[in-house]
C-alpha cells in the first residue's frame, strides 16, 4: 500500500492494509504489520518467508517461484530456454541446459534499461520535442498562410466583380451612345427624305400636266429635274452596328467583344510530372551538405537534367547525351543530331528528352529512342537555352548571332515572343552568348543572360520585375551567372561559375544565402530533382555533386 503522511512525519503502512509497518519479509520484500503476518504466510504458503522486523530488514533481490516445483524460488536462468529455473529444474525438464544466474541476468538488463533510459531521455525525447515543436511552428505557419490565402482571394473576388462591374458599366454606356449616334444619322437623313417626297410628288404633278397638254411651248421649254430631285435618295453615312462576340469555355475563359473593346477571363492549369506544389513549409538549411559525388567521365561537363529522385540527363562538348544514376552508372545514350554539341536540354512533362540542334536549326524530342524534329526554327535564328513550363509548354531562347529572344512554343504553336519591354527596347544586351531559363511557380520567367552577367526576371505580363547582378552575395569575383532553376518553393537558385558557388534568392529577389562550402569548381550544369535536391554539374572535373540544401 502507499505511504501516509501525516503533519510531522511520513508513516510506512504496511503493504496489505494501511496499518502501519511492523514487520518485514525478506524473501518477498513486502512491508507487514502485526496482522498481516499471518495472511501473508498463508497467501504464499509454497515459498519460505524469512520474517523480521521492520528495522532489520534486507534489501535483496525478490526471486520468482518456480511454476513447476512448490516452495521453490528460481535463482538461475536457462540461457536455452529463455527461462528462469529452480535448482530442481535442472535435474528434470532442462537438465544438461546451459544456465547462468539470474541476478547476472538482471544486472546485465538494468544495464540495457539503464542505457535506453538515457537514450530517451537525452536522445529521442528531447528529439521528438524539437520535432513537435517544428511541427507545431509549421501548423502555425500553414494556418497563418491559408489565412493569407484566404484573405487574398476574398479581396481578389471583389477585385474580380469591381473589373467586370466596371467593363459592364462601360460597355452599356457605350452601346446606348453608339446607339443614339447611329439612330441620330438615320433620323436627320429620314426627315431629310419626309420633306423631299411632297416636292417629287408636286414634280410628278406637273409632269403629268405637261402630258396632257397641247401647248408645244411648254412642252420644249421642260426642264428634266430628275438629277435635281434624286439627291439624298441613298443615305450619305455608312451606318455600321458594331458586332457582340461572346465566348464562353467553362472552366477556360470567357470573353466578350463589341467593336475595338475586349474583355477576357482565362484559367490557366498549371501541371508538372509530380503534384504542384503551391507552397512549400520547407525551409533552408543552415549548413547545405553534399549527398554524393558522382564522377561522370565527361570533360567539360555543360548540362545537367535531373530525371526523377536518381537519374540525370547529362552532356558535354561531344554530340552524345548520357543517362547515369546516382552512382555515376550509364543507364542510356543517346547520338543527337548535332553537329558539335546541344547547348541545353530539357525533359518534357511526359518524361521525354528534348534538346536544340543549332546546327539544323531545329528542337528534337527523343521519344522511346528515336528522335523527331518537334520544331524547326525560322532562317537566321538558332535554338540555345530551354526550359518547360509548368503549362506544359517549352520556353526557347532563339538566337541570331547578335540579338537573343525568348519564344514560347505550345502544342508545336509559338504562343508569344519576349524580346522588348513597354517602351519598345530591347530586354537583353545584345552580344555573342545565349539566355538560360527557368520559368518559377507564380509565372515569372528567371533569365540568366550570360552576356550581360545579369539575372533578369519578367513577370507574367513580361515586364521587368528586377534584376539581379550578384552584388549581395559579396564575392570577391565578378558575378557569371549560368545555369538557373527554381524550387518548389519558388526560391530562384543561380549557378555562378566564377566564385563557385550558388546564389539563392527568394521569389522577390531578395538574396538570402550563398551555397559556397560544398566544394564546387566551375558549377555549370544545374538542375533539381523530385526531392528537390540540387545536382550541380562542375564544369572542368566532370563532377556532379547532389546537394541537399533544404529540410
Given at each position: ?16 492494509c ?7 519479509c ?24 524469512n520474517?523480521?522486523?521492520?528495522k ?10 518456480c ?18 529455473v ?6 528434470s ?22 542505457k535506453?533510459?538515457k537514450?530517451?531521455e ?5 528529439k ?11 501548423a502555425?505557419?500553414?494556418?497563418a ?7 487574398e482571394?476574398t ?11 466596371d ?6 454606356p457605350?452601346?446606348k451612345s ?22 417629287k410628288?408636286?414634280?410628278v ?23 435635281y ?8 453615312v455608312d ?9 464562353t ?11 475595338e ?10 501541371s508538372?510530372?509530380?503534384d ?14 553534399v549527398?554524393t ?12 537534367v535531373?530525371v526523377?529522385?536518381d ?14 544514376d546516382?552512382?555515376?552508372s550509364?543507364?542510356d545514350?543517346?547520338e ?14 511526359q518524361?521525354?528528352l528534348?534538346y536544340?540542334d ?28 530551354l ?6 509548354g ?27 519591354d ?5 530586354i ?16 515569372d520567367?528567371c ?27 559579396k ?6 551567372p549560368?545555369k538557373?532553376v527554381?524550387?518548389?518553393m ?5 549557378a ?9 534568392l527568394?521569389e ?7 551555397v559556397?562550402s560544398c566544394?564546387?569548381d ?5 538542375s ?18 547532389v ?5
Amino acid at each position: 500500500m502507499a505511504s501516509t503522511t501525516s503533519l510531522f512525519q511520513d508513516v510506512i503502512t504496511c503493504d496489505l492494509c494501511d496499518n502501519p509497518t511492523q514487520k518485514f519479509c525478506n524473501d518477498c520484500q513486502e512491508n507487514l504489520c502485526l496482522d498481516c503476518v499471518s495472511k501473508h504466510v498463508e497467501k504464499y504458503s509454497s515459498l519460505t518467508h524469512n520474517i523480521v522486523s521492520y528495522k532489520n530488514k534486507e534489501i535483496q533481490m525478490v526471486f520468482p517461484e518456480c511454476e513447476v516445483h512448490p516452495n521453490q524460488r528460481c535463482e538461475a536462468y536457462c540461457q536455452s530456454c529463455e527461462v528462469p529455473v529452480c535448482i530442481k529444474c535442472f535435474f528434470s525438464n532442462h537438465k544438461g541446459h546451459d544456465a547462468v544466474e539470474l541476478s547476472n541476468v538482471v544486472a546485465n538488463k538494468k544495464k540495457i534499461i539503464k542505457k535506453e533510459t538515457k537514450e530517451l531521455e537525452t536522445v529521442i525525447i528531447p528529439k521528438f520535442q524539437e520535432s513537435e515543436v517544428n511541427i507545431r511552428s509549421k501548423a502555425s505557419k500553414c494556418s497563418a498562410k491559408f489565412d493569407e490565402i484566404e484573405r487574398e482571394t476574398t479581396k481578389q473576388r471583389q477585385f474580380w466583380h469591381n473589373e467586370v462591374d466596371d467593363f459592364f458599366d462601360k460597355l452599356d454606356p457605350l452601346i446606348k451612345s453608339k446607339k443614339v449616334e447611329n439612330m441620330t444619322i438615320l433620323e436627320t437623313h429620314q426627315g431629310e427624305l419626309t420633306s423631299l417626297i411632297p416636292k417629287k410628288k408636286k414634280a410628278v404633278e406637273e409632269n403629268k400636266q405637261i402630258l396632257k397638254t397641247n401647248r408645244v411651248s411648254e412642252v420644249t421649254d421642260y426642264k428634266s429635274k430628275t438629277e435635281y430631285l434624286n439627291i439624298c435618295t441613298d443615305c450619305p453615312v455608312d451606318i455600321r452596328i458594331p458586332f457582340l462576340k461572346t465566348n464562353t469555355v467553362m472552366g477556360k475563359e470567357l470573353s466578350v467583344e463589341l467593336g475595338e473593346y475586349r474583355a477576357t477571363l482565362t484559367q490557366v492549369l498549371h501541371s508538372g510530372l509530380t503534384d504542384e506544389v503551391y507552397f512549400s513549409l520547407r525551409e533552408l538549411l543552415d549548413k547545405p551538405r553534399v549527398i554524393t559525388t558522382t564522377y561522370t567521365g565527361i570533360k567539360p561537363l555543360w548540362r545537367v537534367v535531373c530525371v526523377g529522385a536518381d537519374e540525370v540527363w547529362i552532356s558535354g562538348e561531344d554530340p552524345n547525351i548520357r543517362r547515369v544514376d546516382i552512382h555515376g552508372s550509364i543507364k542510356d545514350s543517346i547520338e543527337t543530331t548535332c553537329t558539335a554539341f546541344p547547348d541545353d536540354m530539357v525533359v518534357t512533362r511526359q518524361g521525354y528528352l528534348m534538346y536544340g540542334d543549332a546546327t539544323n536549326r531545329s528542337l528534337i524530342i527523343v521519344r522511346d529512342g528515336k528522335a523527331e524534329v518537334m520544331a524547326t526554327i525560322s532562317k537566321d535564328w538558332t535554338p540555345r537555352g530551354l526550359c518547360r513550363t509548368r503549362s506544359g509548354g517549352i520556353l526557347i531562347n532563339l538566337h541570331n548571332g547578335k540579338q537573343n529572344k525568348i519564344v514560347h512554343l505550345t502544342e508545336n504553336r509559338v504562343k508569344e515572343e519576349i524580346f522588348k519591354d513597354n517602351s519598345k527596347k530591347d530586354i537583353f544586351k545584345n552580344g555573342d552568348d545565349m539566355l538560360l531559363l527557368s520559368e518559377n511557380n507564380n509565372g515569372d520567367i528567371c533569365v540568366s543572360d550570360l552576356y550581360a552577367n545579369t539575372v533578369i526576371v519578367l513577370d507574367n505580363t513580361r515586364r521587368i520585375r528586377f534584376q539581379y547582378d550578384g552584388t549581395p552575395a559579396k564575392k570577391k569575383k565578378p558575378f557569371v551567372p549560368t545555369k538557373i532553376v527554381t524550387d518548389s518553393m519558388s526560391h530562384i537558385i543561380i549557378a555562378d561559375y566564377n566564385n563557385n558557388c550558388l546564389h539563392i534568392l527568394d521569389e522577390d529577389g531578395q538574396f538570402l544565402k550563398c551555397v559556397d562550402s560544398c566544394g564546387l569548381d566551375k558549377p555549370c550544369g544545374l538542375s533539381l530533382d523530385s526531392k528537390d535536391r540540387l545536382w550541380v554539374g562542375m564544369a572542368y572535373s566532370g563532377e556532379v555533386k547532389v546537394i541537399q540544401y533544404m529540410e
